[in-house]
């Protein structure tokens, strides 16, 4: 007899990872409808809304097709289409490399770096819900979920993630876990998913 579906109600009743992993499946439903609404308002698809709000906030060494597509977990190709099609509505231009003809950054446009800034707020429902439970158990939620992604990095199911578990700079002493890039103590609202000092754990 094969393995009962997690999806399967009688499943969910009994089984508490069933649950959960329920409960995170209509998350990224939430997500995704937040996404896609966004989108339609603004005539963009959702990877488009994400290509857009990626350039706005992050420096231009890492504003590469290449970066984009590790980051969202998708194919070069499908990377390219959504830039390709931001470019036919100038939104972004492609700059080439100063010290590498082969590689280009992307760099938004006055339209583009406009409509970044209305779309970037599509997940603004699924903050709110968040920051109404106290402090702490935001901080706890947050390295549970942490804990998920790099479990899922472990199994290559998604890229390595720049965050404190997947940094060689995150160290566990007898007092906790320590930034040495940051000299801080990393108490769970400390964690970071994405951050700037991040260096690849050998």
């Not at 097709?65 to 231009?93: C, G, H, P, R, W």
Request: charged share 20%; aromatic share 8%.
């Amino acid at each position: 007899m094969g393995k009962v579906s997690t999806f399967s109600p009688a499943q969910q009743a009994e089984n508490t990872t069933s649950k959960v992993v329920v409960a995170l499946e209509r998350l990224s439903e939430a997500f995704r409808v937040l996404l896609w609404q966004e989108a339609t308002q603004y005539g963009l698809s959702p990877i488009q809304i994400q290509v857009l709000t990626y350039l706005l906030h992050y420096p231009e060494e890492n504003r590469t097709v290449t970066n984009l597509a590790l980051y969202f977990n998708m194919t070069k190709a499908t990377i390219s289409d959504a830039v390709k099609s931001l470019e036919q509505k100038n939104y972004l231009v492609r700059k080439q490399s100063a010290t590498d003809t082969r590689s280009h950054s992307l760099h938004l446009l006055k339209e583009g770096r406009a409509i970044a800034k209305k779309v970037e707020h599509f997940a603004t429902p699924l903050q709110d819900a968040v920051a109404a439970a106290p402090v702490k158990d935001q901080g706890a939620l947050l390295e549970q979920l942490m804990q998920l992604i790099f479990q899922l990095n472990q199994q290559e199911v998604i890229t390595t993630q720049h965050m404190c578990f997947n940094c060689q700079h995150y160290t566990l002493k007898k007092s906790g876990a320590f930034c040495d890039a940051l000299k801080i103590s990393l108490k769970p609202t400390n964690l970071r998913v994405d951050c700037e000092y991040f260096e690849e754990a050998e």
